[in-house]
């Protein structure tokens, strides 16, 4: 036994080299007569969903470029980029002096007109009212004093002279009357006079509200509720009428629109749901919808324009901000799923498969339904837990395998 100890001894690494031949040589004896370990797939149920990936941009479906309405000098601007503004908030003033000046000088000519109207309702009219007055007695006395001398001159107790005199009295108190009538009727709110005053009050009044308005123009406000996410002005800038200062995207809807490839035109629809994030921060997802597919495809880029609205935009979106979109174009839940790396001629009218039953690969046909970004749908062909062995394998059908989950 010693001798043998100390043979083996004194040939140790004779032995050791035998032994790892042998175990080779086992190794080898087992992997022909069983096949080689493959990591294989299993066939499962799970939920799958096809999406169509894109990147884009958020923008508001419309932006308001707002510009003074009069020719001004900018003497302060209150707001900043990407300041979020209300409806009325105002933004920026201009130099309101001549402004100013001509909001006095139409409040003293609407006082002048104010003033001419009291004067013809409390001083021209009762006057014009009392000369009439005086007028019809002094016709009523001329009137009188014709008739008296007409009848003494009938019974020959006066002169044609007489007459004629009391003749010319009367034709001038009548003249007077009818003067003062249209003193009257003159200075009354239906008269020239009248009119010709309320015409110049209402003159003064509407070119009172004009300079009060375009003074009002001196500071520029917000049309509505958004931010603003383009400033054109400083203090100091002439501006011009309908040259853009400041450009605001109204608070409301805001849109996703991307560059999809036309080859996934199919496969896109309005109403689709999408999940989105930017790239400023990718790990925040937020949902939308499709809401609108240009008709038209962009020759150059070979891709179609695609809107989708966000319903509740995260706080930190912003326009213009980069975004990469998920749009989900199929679903299928609790179905039969397998790796496409396990399926080989995918794309084609067979697609087929390596099953892995007793101990060897099987070519198997299948029939896919949705395919997904890395599973397809099986519809026939093989069942839930069945092995797969992967298109990364070298193994040919018939061939023996030991199969390895992964």
């Known amino acids: 036994?010693?001798?043998?100890?100390?043979?083996?001894?004194?040939?140790?690494?004779?032995?050791?080299?035998?032994?790892?031949?042998?175990?080779?040589?086992?190794?080898?004896?087992?992997?022909?007569?069983?096949?080689?370990?493959?990591?294989?797939?299993?066939?499962?149920?799970?939920?799958?969903?096809?999406?169509?990936?894109?990147?884009?941009?958020?923008?508001?479906?419309?932006?308001?470029?707002?510009?003074?309405?009069?020719?001004?000098?900018?003497?302060?601007?209150?707001?900043?980029?990407?300041?979020?503004?209300?409806?009325?908030?105002?933004?920026?003033?201009?130099?309101?002096?001549?402004?100013?000046?001509?909001?006095?000088?139409?409040?003293?000519?609407?006082?002048?007109?104010?003033?001419?109207?009291?004067?013809?309702?409390?001083?021209?009219?009762?006057?014009?009212?009392?000369?009439?007055?005086?007028?019809?007695?002094?016709?009523?006395?001329?009137?009188?004093?014709?008739?008296?001398?007409?009848?003494?001159?009938?019974?020959?107790?006066?002169?044609?002279?007489?007459?004629?005199?009391?003749?010319?009295?009367?034709?001038?108190?009548?003249?007077?009357?009818?003067?003062?009538?249209?003193?009257?009727?003159?200075?009354?709110?239906?008269?020239?006079?009248?009119?010709?005053?309320?015409?110049?009050?209402?003159?003064?009044?509407?070119?009172?509200?004009?300079?009060?308005?375009?003074?009002?123009?001196?500071?520029?406000a917000a049309p509505r509720d958004g931010v603003l996410i383009a400033r054109k002005v400083e203090q100091g800038t002439v501006v011009q009428p309908g040259r853009a200062m400041l450009v605001l995207a109204p608070a409301g809807t805001t849109q996703l629109v991307l560059q999809i490839d036309e080859r996934n035109l199919g496969l896109i629809a309005v109403g689709q749901p999408a999940l989105a994030s930017a790239d400023a921060y990718p790990d925040a997802r937020f949902n939308a919808v499709v809401s609108y597919i240009n008709p038209g495809v962009d020759i150059a880029r070979a891709s179609v324009e695609v809107k989708l609205n966000v319903a509740e935009p995260p706080a930190y979106l912003r326009q213009d901000m980069t975004v990469s979109v998920d749009i989900e174009v199929g679903r299928r839940n609790a179905t039969l799923v397998l790796p496409l790396r396990s399926i080989r001629d995918a794309g084609s009218a067979q697609p087929w498969v390596l099953a892995a039953r007793d101990g060897r690969a099987h070519r198997q046909p299948v029939r896919l339904g949705l395919r997904g970004n890395v599973q397809a749908e099986i519809l026939d062909g093989i069942g839930e837990g069945d092995l797969v062995v992967p298109t990364t394998s070298s193994l040919r059908p018939g061939q023996r395998l030991r199969p390895v989950l992964p």
Do not use: C
């Open 1 to 220: 036994m010693r001798t043998t100890v100390s043979f083996v001894w004194a040939h140790r690494w004779f032995a050791l080299v035998v032994v790892v031949l042998l175990a080779l040589g086992a190794w080898q004896v087992a992997r022909v007569a069983f096949g080689p370990e493959i990591v294989v797939d299993r066939v499962k149920r799970a939920d799958l969903v096809r999406t169509v990936v894109a990147s884009g941009h958020v923008e508001t479906p419309f932006r308001v470029e707002i510009a003074a309405q009069i020719t001004g000098t900018v003497s302060e601007v209150l707001v900043e980029d990407g300041q979020r503004v209300a409806r009325g908030q105002p933004l920026v003033k201009l130099e309101p002096q001549e402004l100013q000046a001509a909001v006095v000088q139409a409040q003293g000519a609407l006082a002048q007109a104010r003033a001419r109207i009291r004067q013809l309702t409390d001083l021209t009219l009762p006057m014009a009212r009392e000369n009439l007055a005086q007028a019809q007695a002094t016709l009523r006395n001329a009137q009188a004093a014709f008739d008296r001398t007409a009848e003494l001159a009938r019974n020959g107790h006066s002169t044609l002279a007489a007459l004629d005199d009391a003749q010319r009295a009367l034709d001038i108190a009548r003249t007077q009357v009818n003067t003062a009538q249209l003193q009257v009727f003159t200075a009354s709110p239906e008269g020239s006079d009248y009119v010709l005053a309320q015409t110049q009050l209402d003159q003064a009044e509407a070119n009172l509200a004009t300079a009060r308005s375009r003074l009002g123009y001196a500071t520029v």
